[in-house]
Nanobody, 121 residues
């Protein structure tokens, strides 16, 4: 059984940084690409970033380019979303998902429970 656990969310001020973690069990982690999505109150869930199985390629939504980075440590079955220069509009529940590096949520098979990020202005 695949388990995806998101963590690291919290309340920060605009301009601060935060690192989200995603730990996966129940599959051979190094074989799978994964992505990060977010859902703000009253909005649809949207793609944020993704990383290929080796970590050699990363992809970002335009609204986070230059501010967020994504990485992974296959030895620890973990991936990370480094968020810098946070803005109030980054407030959302952030989800890690395994199975693809695309922007289409239907391409992903397993999802974390989400972690809340709140940015105060």
């Amino acid at each position: 059984q695949v388990q995806v656990v998101d963590s690291g969310g919290g309340v920060v001020q605009a301009g601060d940084s935060l690192i989200l973690s995603c730990t996966v069990s129940g599959l051979t982690f190094r074989n799978y690409p994964l992505g990060w999505f977010r859902q703000a109150p009253g909005k649809e869930r949207e793609f944020v970033a993704s990383i290929t199985w080796s970590g050699g390629n990363t992809y970002f939504a335009d609204f986070v380019k230059g501010r967020f980075t994504v990485s992974r440590d296959n030895a620890k079955n973990s991936a990370y979303l480094q968020m810098n220069s946070l803005k109030a509009e980054d407030t959302a529940v952030y989800y890690c998902a395994v199975g693809s590096w695309g922007t289409d949520q239907s391409e992903y098979d397993d999802w974390g429970q989400g972690t809340q990020v709140t940015v105060s202005s």
